[in-house]
């Protein structure tokens, strides 16, 4: 049984509000290593996703998923909100800015999938499965070989273990939740409809989200940035500095 916060808050009380959003299988730690840069100007909410997922009467769409971070927003008064998002998140984002506009001061989505077809959808659905009948245990390795670059695996192995501890304690039941919201996952045909400043990121290494894919999005997104960054799917542990001016340079001009 897990037993992580369902958030954390950091950086001063009185700055702009930036709530962060990990990828499946992940938990708020992800985030640690840009932890002292993105508090220095902003009070940060990270969220563990799949602590609230797995809470009873959860749904399994990504509408379900946002409106839980819209309820915890509203527990900490929180009206407006920088988002960044990546992978799972990213898509919680774009879900949460249909939702409500006016709470999304400005959205980054970064290496996230927004539409899937039938041969995603039955992946994703497969993995709930696999997670809800054996536990995270199968996942695991072949998660962290889609997520990193070769190098990065070899070369820094304490960082990885970090990441695999995460994945090894998320609860199967949040885990399956996020599963089966991506498996009916359907946002691209309302991207148009849009209305808060968006930049997508993506990773010129990725191999779970090629970079055209994202690109495509962003021109289907009024107004909507783009940047494709050396590095993998989790884009801020390979490219952290290159992430992190890209993300700061773009919410201080919204």
Same mark, same amino acid.
Request: net charge negative; glycine share 8%.
């Given at each position: ?13 009185? /700055? ?6 990990h990828p499946?299988?992940a ?5 640690d ?9 902003y009070r940060?909410l ?5 602590e609230?997922?797995?809470l009873p009467? /959860?749904?399994?769409s990504?509408?379900a998923?946002?409106? =839980? ?11 407006r ?8 998140g990213?898509c919680?984002?774009v879900?949460l ?7 999304? =001061?400005?959205? %980054?989505?970064? &290496?996230?999938r927004?539409?899937?077809?039938? /041969? +995603?959808?039955?992946m994703?659905?497969?993995r ?10 199968p ?14 695996l070899?070369?820094?192995p ?11 304690? &998320? ?7 996020s599963?089966r ?7 691209q045909e ?18 779970? %989200? ?10 289907l997104?009024p ?6 960054? +050396? ?16 993300v ?6 919204a």
């Open positions: 049984m897990s037993h992580l916060p369902v958030h954390t808050l950091h950086g001063a009380a009185d /700055a702009p509000w930036l709530t962060l959003s499946i299988g938990t708020l730690e992800i985030w290593g840009l932890m002292p840069e993105l508090a220095r100007n940060v990270a969220i563990n996703t799949h609230q997922a797995g009467g /959860a749904a399994c990504m509408d998923l946002a409106a =839980r971070v819209q309820q915890l927003w509203q527990a900490l008064g929180i009206t909100s920088h988002f960044l998002g990546l992978s799972l990213g919680i984002g879900s800015a249909l939702r409500s506009p006016q709470s999304v =001061r400005s959205l %980054v989505v970064a &290496c996230s927004l539409e899937m077809d039938d /041969a +995603a959808t039955n994703w659905q497969q709930a499965a696999l997670v809800e009948q054996q536990g995270m245990a996942v695991v390795t072949p998660t962290l070989e889609r997520w990193f670059t070769p190098a990065y070899a070369g820094q304490a960082a990885v273990e970090a990441v695999r501890q995460q994945l090894v304690a &998320c609860p199967p039941k949040g885990y399956a939740d599963a919201a991506l498996a009916g996952l359907h946002l309302r991207l148009g409809q849009l209305q808060v400043p968006t930049l997508y990121l993506a990773g010129l290494d990725d191999q779970a %989200v090629p970079a055209a894919q994202i690109e495509g999005y962003a021109r997104t107004g909507a940035r783009y940047a494709a960054l +050396a590095g993998p799917h989790i884009l801020h542990l390979e490219n952290p500095k290159g992430f992190s001016h890209s700061l340079d773009f919410f201080g001009q």
